[in-house]
Every structure is written in structure tokens, then in C-alpha cells.
């Protein structure tokens, strides 16, 4: 099956600072990539869809300003996390989807932890 | 907003059917219908996904309705590594994900 890598895997930060989180497709091209979050005993929430080459859209309430997408090559996408709040602390999860197929492949998550 | 109605648990024994319900009943023409499952702490794995016609994989079955507005994932012989929290979402463009249903399979 396809797989999705996402880097880190967890990662620590102080209060304030910037932290970039990694989601690649690795065998194949993803035309289109989805951001989510998930707290603890919670559904996943989509915090944005972004198409190669494209600006993400961001659903409502996510401040596109914070959560930085960018989505330059068909294997690449990043998220990152500015100016980053205690708040902010959760489990990050990315997935992609290739041209022409509707199911979408997971990377296995990041944990980020703002102290 | 989700979609789909799911119930919020199901028990199963091990080595037994596990049949997982799903309503959607604001299931456009052309929408496909996704199964999904997450276990603790990990990202959700692709399970199942079909138009109209039931589908067969290695990992499951998929049933869906004559009208759509509903599905059945069937696992046929649960074993404790399903247990987990299932996903049922339909919309091509708009991957939003409900609450799912937290499968707990018994030995």
C-alpha cells in the first residue's frame, strides 16, 4: 500500500517559538494533502486541505497565519506551527491522496507538546 | 459538520463477525463511501472505500445500501488486532471524519 512518512515524530518546544512538521508520500505523487489534529480522546479534526502548488484551504476557524501549509513538490507538504501556545499541544496528523483516487493514505502522526 | 452516523461503541468476540454500521443519509450521486480505522496513538489506516456495489478486500467487506444512505463494514473473523475506533466519511473533496465507533474485541 501507499505510504506516508511524517517527521518529527514527536517534538518539544518552548512557549513562543516556531516548529515545522514534515509529511512526505514516499511511493507515490500526492496531488493533495490534508492537515489534521487530534486531542486526546477526540475525533480527528481537518484543519486544512492543500493542492501541489496551490494555498491551502483552511477550514473555518483555523488561523492561517499560525498554521503555516505549504505544499511545493507532489511528495512534500509542511505544516508549521508559529509563535506556538501550550494550547497548541496535540497530536498533528497529515494524509495524502494521489490524482484520480479518493482514498487518502495517513502518515503515522506527529505529538507536539508545548511547554 | 459530520456526516455520517455511527454508533459510538461496538463489542465483538475474537474470531467472530464484526458487522459496523453506517448512516449517511446526505450522501450525494457521487460520492464514495470510506472506512477508515486509527488505533491508540497512531494515524488512521485506510480500510475500505466503494460507490454502489459491495466491495471485498483483504482486510474487510463493505456492504452498501441500494439507496446509499447507509453502509456495513464487516470484518469476518474479528481478532484483537482490530480493535480499534472506525470511520465511515463520504464526500470526495471533503475528508471531515465523525466520531467513529470504538471497536473492542474480547478473547
Known amino acids: 500500500g501507499a505510504v506516508v512518512s511524517q517527521h518529527p515524530s514527536w517534538v518539544i518546544c518552548k512557549s513562543g517559538t516556531s516548529v515545522k512538521i514534515e509529511c512526505r508520500s514516499l511511493d507515490f505523487q500526492a496531488t493533495t494533502m490534508f492537515w489534521y489534529r487530534q486531542f486526546p480522546k477526540q475525533s480527528l479534526m481537518l484543519m486544512a486541505t492543500s493542492n501541489e502548488g496551490s494555498k491551502a484551504t483552511y477550514e473555518q476557524g483555523v488561523e492561517k497565519d499560525k498554521f503555516l501549509i505549504n505544499h511545493a513538490s507532489l511528495t512534500l507538504s509542511t505544516l508549521t506551527v508559529t509563535s506556538a501556545h501550550p494550547e497548541d499541544s496535540s497530536f498533528y496528523i497529515c494524509?495524502?491522496?494521489?490524482?484520480?483516487?479518493?482514498?487518502?493514505?495517513f502518515g503515522p502522526g506527529t505529538r507536539l507538546t508545548v511547554t | 459538520d459530520a456526516k455520517t452516523t455511527q454508533p459510538n461503541s461496538m463489542e465483538s468476540n475474537e474470531e467472530e463477525p464484526v458487522h459496523l454500521p453506517c448512516n449517511h443519509s446526505?450522501?450525494?450521486?457521487?460520492?464514495?463511501i470510506h472506512w477508515y480505522r486509527q488505533l491508540p496513538s497512531q494515524g488512521p489506516e485506510y480500510v475500505i472505500h466503494g460507490l454502489t456495489s459491495n466491495v471485498n478486500n483483504r482486510m474487510a467487506s463493505l456492504a452498501i445500501a441500494e439507496d446509499r444512505k447507509s453502509s456495513t463494514l464487516i470484518l469476518h473473523r474479528a481478532t484483537l488486532r482490530d480493535a480499534a475506533v472506525y470511520y465511515c466519511i463520504h464526500n470526495n473533496n471533503d475528508m471531515r471524519f465523525g466520531a467513529g465507533t470504538r471497536l473492542t474485541v474480547k478473547p
Open positions: 494524509s495524502a491522496r494521489s490524482s484520480g483516487r479518493y482514498e487518502q493514505y
Open positions: 446526505t450522501i450525494s450521486g457521487t460520492d464514495y
